[in-house]
């Protein structure tokens, strides 16, 4: 009997830890992680004699808000700062190379449907538009600017497609996203696109419930 009491209390326990929330429920969620950047490109900005590129890591944190219109299914929206680019291996055509990093900056505001569909695990996707705060470059030791310096104007504004996977225990939150820019960021013919994979821990709190 005490055995059936003892599973009893844990089962308890972990339906508690993955309650779905209620209709009407809204929720804060704080949240911190690292980007894994890079630029798509039709035909690369930064050379013509660019032999090699590799992803920029960056910083991504920020705060959204969830309503949940169901059980199944919330409703996100927030703002998340977001450090994006790529970093850079050029060659001047004489076997001279350099490296740089390309830094453009967003603060972003996914827009996103979450749809729960077992226990903490939800799947998410919606739109994301996009201010660039920062468009710089550092290249070398000692070498720093604009990237508006070297004949590179990026567009203040971008609009992506988030979809990805979200996991609750409890408070906690691990959120993975990918975001699919779609609007050319570059004032050019050329089209270059971010491309942002996203990984970040962070906490949700109810701030209100429907009585």
Same mark, same amino acid.
């Given at each position: 009997?005490?055995? %059936? %009491?003892?599973?009893? %209390? ?152 988030? %979809? ?48």
């Amino acid at each position: 009997m005490k055995k %059936f %009491f003892l599973l009893a %209390f844990a089962l308890m326990l972990t339906a508690s830890a993955f309650a779905q929330r209620e209709a009407g429920t809204l929720s804060i969620k704080p949240r911190a992680g690292v980007n894994i950047a890079y630029y798509g490109e039709s035909q690369n900005s930064f050379s013509m004699y660019e032999t090699s590129t590799s992803p920029r890591i960056g910083v991504a944190a920020g705060i959204e808000l969830e309503y949940q219109v169901h059980k199944k299914v919330g409703l996100s929206a927030g703002a998340i700062y977001s450090q994006q680019g790529e970093k850079a291996k050029i060659s001047n055509g004489w076997g001279s190379t350099a490296k740089m990093t390309a830094k453009t900056d967003y603060v972003n505001f996914p827009i996103l449907a979450n749809i729960y569909l077992y226990k903490g695990l939800a799947l998410k996707f919606g739109v994301q538009p996009g201010i660039n705060v920062n468009a710089s470059y550092t290249s070398g030791s000692n070498t720093s600017g604009d990237l508006s310096d070297l004949g590179i104007n990026i567009k203040k504004f971008d609009l992506s497609i988030p %979809f990805g996977l979200s996991y609750e225990y409890k408070f906690l939150v691990i959120d993975a996203r990918y975001n699919l820019g779609v609007t050319n960021i570059v004032d050019s013919e050329e089209k270059t696109w971010n491309r942002v994979a996203q990984i970040t821990v962070g906490l949700k709190f109810d701030v209100l419930k429907k009585h």
